[in-house]
DNA sequence: TAGATTGTTAATCGATTAACAATC
DNA sequence: TAGATTGTTAATCGATTAACAATC
């Protein structure tokens, strides 16, 4: 199992075979072929097969694949059995939504901390997690090996928030500002969502089908 | 400008070169080459003169490119100028997040109605805009030529609200839910939002460089 | 004019698709 | 054994990068 040159083109649709997988399971649907697996995720036989054979044989030959099994295994490869420690900050709208509604511990992750500089709702709670003072981040992140944090500040908060983490060690980001992490930490490793990007090719499309 | 032909890649790059001319200009900045924008990107001269060629001939030789007259141009071909009247459904977190926080004037929507199933928060209001009851949704959207939709319900209501939506000519979907709109009208345009798949792609890079 | 930098064609690289022998 | 379907190699396609003549 050589990862090392697994492209990220094949990663990024990890989640999406592990997502139809887990919907084929709850069908109580077994075995699957590359074929079938292709039709649903809009994809090639040949595909599947040559991205699931990145990671080694978990097919059979004239049967094809064992839905539980394959799920399992992108599971592993993913690695969502960890417990990454992670904080939030900043508990505006996004943060909030962020926290209350993500399954963190189905996803590799347990949030163990939400920070905030507005002092008018520090001790508030999120799902049983109290929003603490960011002045307190560093403390926190080293006495709970925290691993990735989750930015949800505004833009302006984010430079001097992301220098603070990465000085005490925490290297991984999931950023939904667009503060340009990596033009700054070229080592971090980030996960933008930078929203407005999205709304604007979606904005695109329409335009375009305008036009025609 | 035969914008038949435009690839997918160059498309989403766009909003990227939008974002960093705009600090450019902010910087009053006003002009730079191929080469320094990116180097700004993280990638190559090549690419940046072979995207905006894709569109037209935007630099000057020997000159560059003039920052404030490039991002225009992207304005123009992304269609940011557009006011397409959206409507958002679902006002939980996710939703609320978004109808607050995103700047749509900006990015070519206009939103004109939020909708929930729940009875007990109808009439509030999230930016001046009250929360109505879904079971008006159509006559709305017939109403207001409403163009596109924000999904933000949970999967299990997100089938019925797009067949809903399809059937009364909203068309165009940005889609925050785990609904599969594309297996279900391949013809529908659709922008989606897995936060859940970008978290495990955090968690994949993560969990390899623990390996190492 | 000389230097800089584009627009564009050609070369390379990587990702997707096709084909088929291996085998359950 | 015959049919199905994989694993894997080869062929194709598309996207990125390099090169350079055109030109401001």
């Not at 090392?4 to 072929?33: A, D, M, Q």
């Not at 999120?126 to 403390?139: A, H, M, T, Y």
């Not at 990596?182 to 490793?189: L, V």
């Amino acid at each position: 199992m050589n990862k090392e040159n697994i492209s990220k083109s094949v990663i990024r649709r990890l989640p999406r075979y592990y997502r139809f997988l887990s919907e084929l399971e709850e069908n109580e649907t077994e075995r699957i072929s590359s074929g079938k697996l292709a039709e649903i995720m809009r994809t090639t036989a040949s595909q599947v097969r040559q991205d699931l054979n990145c990671f080694g044989g978990f097919g059979h030959q004239g049967y094809g694949y064992s839905v539980s099994k394959l799920k399992e295994e992108i599971a592993k490869i993913l690695g969502l059995d960890n417990k990454f420690k992670a904080v939030l900050i900043g508990s505006g709208h996004i943060g909030t939504a962020i926290a209350a509604h993500m399954e963190f511990n189905k996803l590799g992750f347990e949030l163990v901390g939400i920070f905030d500089n507005n002092q008018e709702i520090l001790g508030e709670k999120i799902n049983d997690l109290e929003i603490r003072d960011e002045k307190n981040l560093e403390s926190f992140c080293e006495e709970n090996n925290v691993e990735a944090a989750f930015l949800c500040v505004p833009k302006s908060a984010a430079e001097n928030i992301v220098g603070r983490l990465y000085n005490c060690g925490v290297k991984n980001f999931w950023n939904f500002t667009h503060y340009y992490i990596q033009g700054d930490y070229p080592e971090a490793t980030v996960e933008n969502v930078h929203l407005s990007d999205i709304l604007m090719t979606l904005c695109y499309s329409m335009n375009e089908a305008e036009e025609d």
